[in-house]
């Protein structure tokens, strides 16, 4: 069983910047590919970002391309996500999630652990 905690939500203007950080604990967490889903009110969770096992492999929804950056560190089990270039529409809650698929999925039913969610509120 993994668990996952995010942290590093908030308030920010658009233009802004965000880091969030997920951290694992209970598994061996280099066995699992990483992910970051969002959820606005009123919609369905949406993939962000994944990130394979040993971090060489990103891959990225196209609303967030070139201004997200999803990265990770086995030696802390941590996972993080860097948001630059904030703009209303991407305020949601943000999830973390650890999939045990051997490559990387955008598939929600894929990921096997979920955290509980980090608010990110951008303002225009």
């Known amino acids: 069983q993994v668990q996952l905690v995010e942290s590093g939500g908030g308030l920010v203007q658009a233009g802004g910047s965000l880091r969030l950080s997920c951290a694992a604990s209970g598994g061996t967490f280099s066995r699992y590919a990483m992910g970051w889903f969002r959820q606005a009110p009123g919609k369905e969770r949406e993939f962000v970002a994944a990130?394979?096992?040993?971090?060489?492999?990103?891959n990225y929804a196209d609303s967030v391309k070139g201004r997200f950056t999803i990265s990770r560190d086995n030696a802390k089990n941590m996972v993080y996500l860097q948001m630059n270039s904030l703009k209303p529409e991407d305020t949601a809650v943000y999830y973390c999630?650890?999939?045990?698929?051997?490559?990387?999925?955008?598939?929600?039913?894929?990921?096997?652990?979920w955290g509980q969610g980090t608010q990110v509120t951008v303002s225009s």
């Open positions: 990130v394979s096992r040993s971090g060489d492999g990103t």
């Open positions: 999630a650890a999939s045990k698929f051997a490559v990387l999925t955008t598939i929600r039913d894929r990921y096997d652990y």
